[in-house]
Structure formats: structure tokens, C-alpha cells
């Protein structure tokens, strides 16, 4: 009975769930039995509102206190953070999973300390801490030691294809993905298919293939509709909006946007990710002198931005940088005035145009600020790869100390499958593909790069995490960035091409691409990189004449 309720549940079939709930109930009271009440009262809470929904966990709570063995009360406090974290109340949830996981530490239960460190790792991951996230999640998807059930480790998949993705292990995320495809239709599960299909759309996205993630993400918001998942279509909404946004279909991405935040108003439930939303639309109404929208949003920013603040005091430091809470309230007061004595036309201007002043100062001093940061990037990067000339004359200089800003961390090498060999193998051919720099021809993918060394790209993309520490996409570009340091600081001609021509020597397909990837990996510009080099040898010039 209990099976047909999971069944039902998970199929979204509410009332067929809620009547063999109410039964299950029913019929445990009949027969006294208290494990089997407090089942009942865990079966009923699951498509209550809120208040009801923690009256029956709370008289679980009540009929076990007395119970015996290793099941209560780590379970209750498991299933009140899972309630709790389900309306949004991180803060009460992870009190009680770490309840939980107390109890299950002291009665040395397996399972339930897994299904506390699973639940943590859900808030970890909700926090934006994906790295520590994915490090639980993956250790129950490949160790599951009869832990796990195939619904639970399902869950864990779907959680860590989440993970990787925010991290940029693009093609871990897809190996999943497919894994998870064929193990829903395996299973005739549409509820899952539609998860792994969203996953899909959401790995189409961090690829900038925005055509393919809109119909992708189209097709499972209108599957969703008819659920009652609202923290599954605020999720699909704000990656369809962020699709839109790259299409550069605007209008689309606005009202989808303020469809979501329709929905975030409903449930109460918010993300981090909300405050790029609530930036998109001020913006816009901004940009469409609409004040009474961009009023409104800006009113829906500060009321999710308190909420979060409350949430998450540590991200308190990201704030905005277009938007942060001080300025908006200025910018909420000098609308107000506005729109109450419109016929005020010329203090308005007045006050806008010190704004403006104000701002235009902060923005420069900022700019300088930056600047001079990038040109002391800019001339370690030199000096750098100039020592390492120096000291290896005979030999092609290696990658140079970049000033890389995210942390990369390796795959668990005990966690890879690819055969001792094989591994070895690989190995030797991206010494190969790296001594004779293959990595500047353009149209470079894991796929045709497996293809020519005759290996497969699930071998390739494991070698490449566990032994480089990074997947294969930021593998190529490391290659590329460290081949374009070292040649810019060598060859004067090499620096006068324009940034087209650089970028497409380099393997790039575009300028842009080019230009984004230095920056983010350095840590400076392309610019100001080549501008301190001409300085430098400026200087050299000088003193040779003196």
C-alpha cells in the first residue's frame, strides 16, 4: 500500500495518493500499531499545506517518542527538515537534519546518517556550495552499499548532474544525463524523464546553444504546469528566461520573468538566482522610463533580498553590482518623489543629474581601480613567463603561473573507471597533442579529439578530470591561454595582429570568445596584457641606450 502511495505521488496523481494515505491511517489506528500510525501521519503530511502538514509531523513525533530501536527520532527530524525545506525554511531544515544526523551518528545507523548527509548536501547545493555538494552526492551515486534505494540514488543523480553543471563539469553532466534518460524510460517514468529532460536543456544552456534549451525547457514547463512542483518550474522558468535572454528574444525573457516572479510571490519560495531576475527587470522598465513597474521590482528586489540575506548571511558580500540594497533604496526614494509631484521637473533633474555625478565618479575611481589591478596581473604574467625563458633555453617554456580565480578541484581518481592502460595511453597522446600544440586547430570537441587518439570520450573526459583536475573544456582553453601568454611576450609581430586574427590563430571561433577567455582565466585583459608588454620593452630599450 505504502509503494502505491510513492507511485502515485510521484506521478503527481494527488487525491489518488491523499485516499490511500487517509486509509493507511485509518487502518493503522484500527489496529493500534504505532509504527505504523506514525507512517500514516508521514503519508498524510506530504500534500499538505504547510500548518497542516507540521501538525501531522508533529504528532508523528508525539506517538514515537516512547518507540524503541534505531528509527526515532532521527527520522522525525528528517522528515521535519525535509518539510521545512521544502517551504523554503533553510535555516529550520538544516537544524533538524543535523538533529537527525546527531541521533543516527549515536545509534550507528547507515542509512539514515546517509540520508542526513544527502539532505545537507541538497542545502549546500541550494546555497550555491556545489563543489562540497557534488563531493556527497557522488560518493552515494558510485558507492551505494545498499544505502541507497534505486529511488533515492536516483535522486543523487539528478542532484549531482545539478552540481556539475554549476561547476562546469559539462561532460560528467552529460554522461549522467543520458544515464538517467534511459534509466527513466527503462522505468516508463515520465516524471523523471521530464527532470533529466529540464537537466538536459539547463546543460544546452551553459553551452550557449539557447535555440535547442528553449524548446527543451518549453516542453517540460508545460509538463510541470500540471504539477504542484513550484521549486521545479521556478527553476525551469529562470533558465528559460536566461535562454531567452541569449537569443536575445527580450520580450520573451521579460514575460517569463514575470511569470516567475508571480510564482515566487504564490509559494514563497526563492533562490540566489532571483536577484539577477529582479536586475533584468528593473533594467528594462528602467531602460522604458515605465517607473511604476521598475518601482514595483525594485520592491520585489529588496523584499527576496532580505529574505536570502536572512538565509545565507555569508552571501552578503555578493551583492549586486549593478543593484545593491543602499542604492536601490535611493534610487526607490528619488522615484517616489518623482511620481508624486511630477510638476517638480526641475529639482528632479537636479537631483538626478548629482546622482548621475556621484555615480560617474564612483564608476571611474572603480575603473582606475581595476585598471591598475590588471596591469600588476598583467606584469607578473611577464615576469613570470620571462624567468621561466630564462631558466629553460633549450626547452619550450611550460604554463605559466596564471592568476586564475576559481578553484579547481580534481576528480577522486578512486571514483574513475578507464583501465590502468588506458589511462596511460591517453596520456601519452595529450602529451602528443599538447608538445605539437593540435589544440590551436579550430572546431576542437572531446568527441574528435577521442576520435583521433582511438579511445572513446567517456575514457577521454575521465583522464582529463582525474589527471589534469579540470574537464576537458577548460582543459583546451588553459592550452590556448598559456600558448597565447608565451607567444605575445615572444613575437613583436605575433602582438600587432589584430584580435580577429589572434583569436583564430589561437583556435577560437570568434574575437569574443577569445576575449572572454582570457579575461576570466588571467584575470586581466587582453589590452592592457599587450600594453605592458610594449611597456616593458620600452623600457628595456631605453635603458640599453643609456
Do not use: W
Amino acid at each position: 500500500m505504502k509503494n502505491k502511495f510513492y507511485d502515485y505521488y510521484d506521478h503527481i496523481k494527488i487525491p489518488q495518493s491523499e485516499q490511500i494515505a487517509r486509509y493507511y491511517l485509518q487502518k493503522a489506528k484500527k489496529e493500534k500499531n504505532t509504527l505504523e500510525i506514525a507512517e500514516g501521519y508521514n503519508l498524510m503530511h506530504f500534500s499538505k499545506d504547510f500548518p497542516t502538514a507540521i501538525k501531522y509531523v508533529d504528532s508523528l513525533a508525539s506517538i514515537t517518542k516512547n518507540v524503541t530501536g534505531n528509527l526515532y527520532p532521527t527520522r522525525t527530524y528528517l522528515i521535519k527538515g525535509n518539510l521545512y525545506y521544502k517551504n523554503d525554511n533553510l535555516k529550520s531544515a538544516l537544524d533538524n537534519y543535523i538533529l537527525g544526523l546527531k541521533y543516527a551518528k549515536e545509534q550507528n545507523d547507515e542509512r539514515q546518517m546517509a540520508y542526513a548527509n544527502m539532505n545537507i548536501a541538497y542545502i549546500n547545493s541550494y546555497i550555491g556550495k556545489n563543489k562540497e555538494a557534488a563531493k556527497t552526492f557522488r560518493h552515494y551515486v558510485y558507492n551505494r552499499n545498499n544505502i541507497t534505494d534505486d529511488y533515492q540514488h536516483n535522486q543523487m543523480r539528478i542532484a549531482l548532474i545539478s552540481c556539475y553543471i554549476e561547476i562546469n563539469k559539462l561532460d560528467s553532466a552529460n554522461i549522467l544525463i543520458q544515464e538517467g534518460q534511459k534509466y527513466a524510460l527503462r522505468n516508463k517514468n515520465q516524471h523523471d524523464y521530464n527532470l533529466y529532460h529540464y537537466l538536459s536543456g539547463t546543460y544546452d544552456l551553459k553551452q550557449k546553444k539557447y535555440n535547442t534549451a528553449i524548446t527543451k525547457l518549453s516542453n517540460v514547463f508545460r509538463y510541470f504546469t500540471n504539477s504542484d512542483e513550484k521549486s521545479n518550474i521556478i527553476y525551469i522558468l529562470y533558465n528559460l528566461g536566461k535562454a531567452y535572454e541569449g537569443e536575445g528574444k527580450s520580450d520573451k525573457a521579460l514575460d517569463t520573468y514575470i511569470k516567475l516572479d508571480s510564482i515566487v510571490q504564490n509559494s514563497g519560495i526563492t533562490f540566489p538566482e532571483l536577484r539577477e531576475v529582479y536586475t533584468y527587470l528593473i533594467d528594462y522598465f528602467k531602460q522604458n522610463n515605465d517607473k511604476e513597474k521598475q518601482l514595483y521590482y525594485i520592491e520585489r528586489f529588496l523584499k527576496v533580498d532580505q529574505k536570502l540575506d536572512e538565509q545565507f548571511r555569508y552571501l552578503s558580500v555578493e551583492l549586486p553590482k549593478k543593484y545593491d540594497t543602499p542604492n536601490l533604496l535611493q534610487e526607490k526614494e528619488s522615484i517616489i518623489n518623482d511620481l508624486q509631484n511630477r510638476k517638480t521637473i526641475l529639482n528632479f533633474s537636479i537631483g538626478f543629474l548629482s546622482i548621475s555625478l556621484v555615480l560617474l565618479s564612483f564608476f571611474y575611481y572603480k575603473s582606475k581601480k581595476t585598471e591598475k589591478k590588471h596591469r600588476k596581473i598583467a606584469q607578473d604574467l611577464i615576469n613570470s613567463i620571462e624567468r621561466r625563458n630564462l631558466e629553460t633555453l633549450e626547452e619550450k617554456s611550460d604554463t605559466p603561473q596564471l592568476h586564475d580565480h576559481k578553484e579547481v578541484e580534481a576528480e577522486d581518481k578512486n571514483a574513475k573507471n578507464t583501465p590502468e592502460d588506458v589511462a596511460q595511453f591517453i596520456l601519452k597522446e595529450l602529451e602528443v597533442f599538447e608538445t605539437k600544440e593540435l589544440f590551436l586547430k579550430k572546431g576542437i570537441t572531446s568527441a574528435s579529439l577521442a576520435k583521433s587518439i582511438k579511445t572513446n570520450t567517456t575514457y577521454l573526459s575521465e583522464v582529463i578530470n582525474s589527471q589534469k583536475g579540470k574537464n576537458f573544456a577548460t582543459y583546451l582553453n588553459d592550452l590556448r591561454i598559456s600558448y597565447a601568454l608565451n607567444r605575445l611576450v615572444k613575437d613583436r609581430k605575433f602582438r600587432s595582429y589584430k584580435l580577429s586574427v589572434i583569436s583564430d590563430e589561437l583556435g577560437y571561433n570568434n574575437e569574443q570568445a577569445f576575449s572572454l577567455a582570457f579575461k576570466k582565466k588571467t584575470g586581466t585583459t587582453l589590452s592592457i596584457y599587450i600594453k605592458e608588454i610594449e611597456n616593458k620593452a620600452t623600457q628595456n630599450t631605453d635603458i640599453n641606450k643609456t
